[in-house]
């Protein structure tokens, strides 16, 4: 099982640019959360689904939107991409029974 | 909002010192977990706990429900488990994370 995945690993863009962020989980989890980690701030929730077919803003949504495609993908996009966008961000995935989190590897971006 | 602490910020110990990291928050959760952010970034969860006590190997997680606190304990420390340490309070749908503890084990 590869957990959770995520694409790119890094990605630099220009102020106005948009991109996607992929993320795909093959433990049959309900629930995936889109995170931002920026330093002395934590992690912060940008926008979480509970299941299929729906998704929740979380903490800091603005300047993004989110799909969950199907049960295993969850997508992230900055429609025009801002410098105060620049961060790593984490996709995650939980188990229905316990609630922990299993997180990918992060996307570095920097938006210039 | 929750407001999540945690303490201390840094951390240098010796190798095989006992550790001890704190973790405070303001309302009422429905369960806290502990998190590993490794130095090359990679994060993984160590404990999930809604009351009492968890061990896993040289860890120890407790929580205290009543003064909404939580501490994690790292027994015989080793260079290995230097990283920063994350809490998250869990709201069902919603997680806020503390700013995490950076610790340093030296040889």
């Known amino acids: 099982n590869a957990g959770v995945t995520q694409t790119p690993k890094f990605q630099v863009l220009k102020t106005g640019q948009s991109m996607t962020l992929q993320c795909a989980q093959d433990?049959?989890?309900?629930?995936m959360y889109w995170y931002r980690q920026d330093p002395g701030m934590g992690l912060r929730l940008i926008y979480y689904?509970?299941?299929?077919?729906?998704?929740d803003k979380g903490e800091v949504p603005n300047g993004y939107n989110v799909s969950r495609l199907n049960k295993r993908e969850f997508s992230l996009r900055l429609e025009s991409a801002a410098p105060s966008q620049t961060s790593v961000y984490f996709c995650?995935?939980?188990?229905?029974?316990?609630?922990?989190?299993?997180f990918g590897p992060g996307t570095r971006l920097t938006v210039t | 909002k929750n407001e999540v602490e945690q303490s201390p910020q840094n951390l240098t110990a010796q190798e095989g010192e006992f550790i001890t990291i704190n973790c405070s928050y303001s309302v009422g959760i429905s369960a806290l977990h502990w998190l590993q952010q490794h130095p090359g970034g990679g994060i993984v969860s160590l404990f999930m706990l809604s009351s009492g006590k968890k061990k896993h190997g040289r860890l120890i997680a407790t929580i205290n429900i009543q003064e909404k606190h939580s501490s994690l304990h790292i027994t015989a420390s080793h260079p290995r488990d230097s990283a920063v340490y994350i809490c998250a309070v869990d709201f069902g749908n919603q997680f806020y994370f503390g700013t995490g503890t950076s610790l340093t084990v030296i040889p």
């Open positions: 433990m049959n989890h309900n629930s």
């Open positions: 689904s509970a299941s299929e077919g729906t998704t």
């Open positions: 995650a995935s939980s188990d229905r029974n316990t609630n922990e989190q299993y």
